[in-house]
């Protein structure tokens, strides 16, 4: 791993080594993506695939928060996004969908059993993270639906106007070139077709400022030291949410985060956002990380606990205290944009 600020710096794109969907798979040659980064993200592909221990760990993986970001999101604590998503924007299936960023391959196969579109073609940096969407693909018959490609989203090219639909799904703040991979969007789209972001948009490596910081601490000090055991290294106890440096986020991926607090800027400038709703993990995001799993589903207090942290971080966000570091967009292309 390179501990090196410009790592991703694709100020200047080869458009030489732009590929598209039919030769990306078919390279054999090319330079393939960040060890850290393809490293990082098969293993969870294959951790979500398999025993799941990422919901131990990470806020949104507990029923409670999940709850909590339904609410937020459809107004509803029992109906997902995607199922908002189908309700709302989609009531006839549409023909064809694009998945940025599709890891193991969850949305896109719920999609189609949501009746949400037929097919998807769908892009992953993570070689790992491809084969395992591949076959979890294949164990639900859709392996003739979904296709998978191996690519950088810095430097993809789309084919114009092939999609009604795209999925952002926590990707955009892995993506140095912003402006290119939104252009690419932008053109791919029918000119009603709707882009679907799911995201973090919080500060860009992860450096909040000291406000956020003490109120995550303040947070964490609420919870009893039994539900503040660090289930990653199964032995020590959570004190503190601790900042990490820049060179920290880099050095466990170097895509992290790159150009998070950009992306809505950018969205603004190429799309036309239709909706819009803020959902929070400002605070939990990090007040939770690797101990939100030791908070039991069935015992009261522990829901309780968790529900008044997400009430004190909802009200925060909602009186304008703090921003939201997660929001879901659902956006149309912009004519106003120049997409040659």
Avoid at 83 to 108: A, D, H, Q, V
Avoid at 164 to 176: E, Q, R, T
Avoid at 202 to 221: A, C, T, Y
Avoid at 263 to 272: A, H, P, V, W
Wanted: hydrophobic content about 40%.
């Amino acid at each position: 791993m390179k501990n090196r600020l410009d790592i991703l710096d694709f100020s200047e794109v080869d458009e030489n080594k732009i590929v598209d969907s039919k030769s990306v798979v078919q390279t054999q040659n090319a330079e393939g993506p960040n060890d850290a980064t393809d490293r990082t993200w098969s293993a969870a592909a294959r951790d979500k695939a398999g025993v799941g221990n990422w919901k131990l760990l990470s806020w949104d993986g507990h029923p409670c928060v999940g709850r909590y970001i339904n609410r937020r999101i459809s107004g509803d604590p029992d109906e997902s996004w995607l199922e908002f998503i189908k309700r709302r924007f989609c009531p006839r299936t549409l023909n064809s969908g694009l998945s940025l960023g599709c890891g193991w391959g969850s949305l896109e196969r719920h999609a189609i059993r949501l009746g949400i579109c037929e097919r998807f073609d769908a892009y992953d940096i993570a070689s790992g993270a491809i084969e395992t969407a591949r076959a979890e693909a294949t164990k639900e018959g859709l392996q003739d639906r979904i296709a998978y490609f191996c690519a950088d989203l810095n430097c993809l090219a789309l084919e114009y106007d092939k999609y009604d639909i795209c999925f952002a799904g926590a990707s955009l703040h892995h993506v140095h070139n912003l402006e290119h991979v939104l252009r690419q969007v932008q053109a791919a789209l029918h000119r009603d077709g709707l882009f679907i972001v799911i995201e973090y948009v919080g500060p860009s490596r992860f450096q909040w400022d000291d406000e956020v910081h003490h109120l995550m601490n303040k947070i964490l000090s609420l919870f009893p030291e039994s539900l503040r055991r660090n289930l990653k290294d199964g032995t020590t106890v959570k004190v503190e949410v601790i900042r990490p440096s820049i060179e920290d986020v880099i050095r466990v991926d170097p895509t992290e985060a790159v150009r998070s607090g950009e992306i809505l800027t950018q969205l603004e400038q190429n799309f036309e956002i239709i909706y819009r709703t803020d959902f929070g993990g400002t605070l939990l995001q990090f007040a939770l990380a690797d101990i939100v799993g030791n908070f039991q589903e069935d015992d009261p207090k522990d829901t309780a606990l968790l529900e008044m942290a997400a009430l004190f971080e909802e009200t925060l966000i909602d009186k304008g205290v703090i921003a939201s570091d997660f929001v879901f967009l659902v956006c149309r292309p912009s004519s106003s944009v120049n997409t040659v």
